[in-house]
């Protein structure tokens, strides 16, 4: 009996596991070339990227520490550290990891959003992030081929691709990446958000900067009504799904629209109008369309329903570092740090169980 006891617990353990394991945040950066590793999940130390304190959603919109992730707070320390190096036109990776550092990316139901802010007097190191303007300078949704959705290639440790505008002017900046997976996205407040800041210096002679009307602040940006938030993902058509938040920037300094500063809506350079966000009436942040949503693509999200488990209440953040960790957080942190380089012959699902609390 104790046999069959320790084997129905064990089974049901692993069947929790996706749902334990399917958060995630900023590993690390690399800019033309150079990567820039990032803190684990509650750790302190001197890295461009922001810590945050839980590999958890956020949910809803009007999310405290919506900017860059629960309780994120500015790294000081030498500059060679925690700043990383960029130019206008620079190419930006972003490698985002999931079950606390020790397994790929879980979603690929939504859109990926990049930002940037100038941080006040060009000093990063001392800068809130709740303070920051943001101008967006990239959106991606689904592929040009409309087979699945761009943020599905971090489920295949691919990391998320953008450029920074080629005219941006020379500063210190926050570049805010963004996924919002919409797997249980179709009940008010199951959208997930995920955010993750870089503090970055960008050198150039370039002038480039964002009209007043392309400036957003987090939380205001989005409302959890939004049409690109408030979403049964799995039914929309191919070029159906609109962006949340304003238009990419063109860095003129006009309010003349959203021009190829950034790399919206797609990686391919041959000009197929399919793949680009057009402006829509619809949303109270002037809603894009984007190359589409899929019909029920498969794949990790698919068999997601708006009554999943994965659904998290909507918590509320303090100004507080490693203090509010949770024991799960922490253990988490720990067996990253144990497991950074694991054999990659174990599944990723065995690689994200924690086995210490089976046995």
């Given at each position: 009996m104790k046999s069959t006891t320790t084997t129905?617990?064990?089974f049901s353990l692993l069947a929790l596991v996706p749902l334990v394991a399917a958060h995630g945040y900023v590993a690390s950066v690399k800019i033309d070339g150079t990567k820039y590793d990032g803190p684990y999940v509650g750790e302190d130390g001197a890295y461009p990227i922001r810590p945050i304190s839980t590999i958890d959603p956020m949910k809803g919109a009007d999310y405290a520490d919506l900017s860059c992730g629960t309780n994120s707070y500015a790294v000081s320390g030498d500059e060679d550290k925690v700043y990383a190096q960029a130019q206008p036109?620079?190419?930006?990776?972003?490698?985002?990891?999931?079950?606390?550092?020790?397994?790929?990316?879980?979603?690929?139901v939504g859109p990926m959003l990049t930002y940037l802010a100038r941080c006040d007097d060009d000093d990063c190191m001392n800068f809130d992030s709740k303070d920051a303007e943001w101008f967006k300078i990239d959106e991606v949704a689904m592929k040009k081929d409309g087979s699945e959705w761009?943020?599905?290639?971090?489920?295949?440790?691919?990391?998320?691709?953008?450029?920074?505008?080629?005219?941006l002017a020379a500063g210190s900046y926050l570049l805010r990446h963004e996924i919002i997976a919409l797997h249980i996205a179709s009940d008010e407040g199951g959208a997930e958000f995920y955010a993750g800041c870089v503090q970055m210096k960008v050198g150039g002679s370039g002038t480039g900067a964002p009209s007043d009307s392309d400036l957003v602040k987090f939380p205001g940006a989005y409302s959890d009504e939004d049409?690109?938030?408030?979403?049964?993902?799995?039914?929309?058509?191919?070029?159906?799904?609109?962006?949340?938040?304003?238009?990419v920037s063109d860095l003129s300094g006009s309010?003349?629209?959203?021009?190829?500063?950034?790399?919206?809506?797609?990686?391919?350079?041959?000009?197929?109008?399919?793949?680009?966000?057009?402006?829509?009436?619809?949303?109270?942040?002037?809603?894009?369309?984007?190359?589409?949503?899929?019909?029920?693509?498969?794949g990790y999200d698919s068999g997601y329903t708006k009554n999943n488990s994965c659904s998290l209440k909507k918590r509320s953040s303090g100004n507080v570092k490693?203090?509010?960790?949770?024991?799960?957080?922490?253990?988490?942190?720990?067996?990253?740090?144990?497991k950074r380089g694991h054999p990659r012959v174990y599944s990723r699902i065995m690689r994200g169980l924690d086995w210490r609390s089976v046995f």
């Open positions: 129905t617990t064990l036109g620079s190419d930006i990776e972003v490698s985002w990891m999931g079950g606390g550092g020790h397994q790929a990316w879980p979603h690929n761009e943020q599905a290639d971090l489920m295949q440790e691919e990391p998320a691709k953008v450029t920074l505008p080629s005219n049409p690109g938030i408030l979403v049964n993902a799995f039914s929309l058509g191919k070029n159906d799904y609109q962006f949340p938040g304003p238009d309010s003349s629209g959203s021009s190829s500063s950034g790399s919206s809506s797609g990686n391919d350079d041959d000009g197929d109008d399919d793949n680009s966000s057009s402006a829509s009436s619809s949303g109270a942040h002037g809603s894009k369309t984007s190359s589409g949503a899929p019909e029920a693509t498969g490693r203090s509010n960790m949770t024991g799960e957080d922490t253990a988490s942190i720990e067996y990253a740090k144990a």
